[in-house]
């Protein structure tokens, strides 16, 4: 190890950091490789989304949460799966492929663009267990009717909407009700719930804080984006009808089962 870097065992709880980005990347890499893959036209999408649509290619999830959320579909049986905020599809493709081609996936998008994206991606991949649901989720979320409840829920929408769309869960997830939108134990997996850091520390020690995340996005840490996962979380914290786990990588996980 180089003298002029100085690495202390860290304290309970608290993840150790790797010295550099390079060395983040590196093990980042080791992990994927020693994982369960995925099939290589969904990784091979995904590389194409990074070089065709640079400016919105971060709204897709990294390949590693892509094996988690595939090995946890795994676990838990899912076989319909329910997507909010779906992008150009290439977290629905994980899914579809997560439930297999007796399951079912539906997405909800708001920009049209994006779902005829998606489409041709379904298309052209043999796809024919998806349904791509067309309008702002804060309404389409509410009209579901589905004949069967779905066994995980996956919020990666708009932040701002994160409170409402967990409200409208647990409403149309009554204990007794004779349609039910997440079934008993099933889950609710929301992501981007720590926003840079900043839904736990939005101090000047988080160097995010000097990032430009352009000009509609001043003081981002202050912003509707933060407030609202952090309400978020602090909701399902309280609830008494699930269970949860905020974990803390990417750019944070809440994973929560309905208890009732």
């Known amino acids: 190890m180089p003298p002029n870097i100085q690495v202390f065992f860290p304290k309970e709880s608290i993840p150790a950091l790797y010295p550099n980005e390079k060395v ?22 995904h590389d194409h989304i990074k070089t065709t649509q640079p400016k919105t290619a971060n709204y897709m999830i990294p390949i ?25 599809g290439f977290s629905m493709l994980v899914w579809s492929h997560a439930v297999g081609p007796q399951g079912y996936v539906t997405g909800l998008e708001f920009e049209p663009s ?34 069967e409840p779905y066994d995980i829920i996956f919020i ?7 409170p409402s769309y967990l409200a409208t869960i647990l409403r149309l997830s009554q204990p007794g009700a004779a349609t039910r939108l997440l079934r008993p134990g099933g889950l609710i997996i929301a992501d981007n719930v720590l926003r840079c850091g900043f839904a736990a520390d939005d101090s000047e020690d988080n160097p995010w ?29 309280e609830s008494q009808r ?6 803390p990588l990417w750019d944070g996980v809440n994973m929560s089962r309905l208890l009732d």
């Open 64 to 88: 590693s949460e892509a094996q988690a959320l595939v090995f946890l579909a795994h676990t838990v049986g899912a076989k319909r799966v329910l997507e909010i905020g779906s992008y150009v």
């Open 209 to 237: 804080r000097n990032y430009d995340f352009g000009p509609h996005r001043k003081e981002y840490w202050k912003s509707a984006d933060v407030q609202s996962v952090k309400a978020y979380n602090q909701t399902i914290l």
């Open 242 to 247: 699930v269970e949860s786990w905020l974990c």
């Open 156 to 162: 990666d929408a708009q932040k701002t909407g994160y």
């Open 24 to 45: 983040g990347e590196r093990v980042t890499t080791y992990a994927e490789k020693h994982t369960s893959t995925i099939p290589r036209h969904i990784i091979n999408y």
């Open 114 to 147: 994006f779902v005829q994206m998606a489409k041709e991606a379904f298309a052209a991949n043999g796809v024919q267990n998806t349904e791509l649901v067309v309008g702002d989720a804060l309404e389409t979320l509410q009209n579901l009717a589905p004949s």
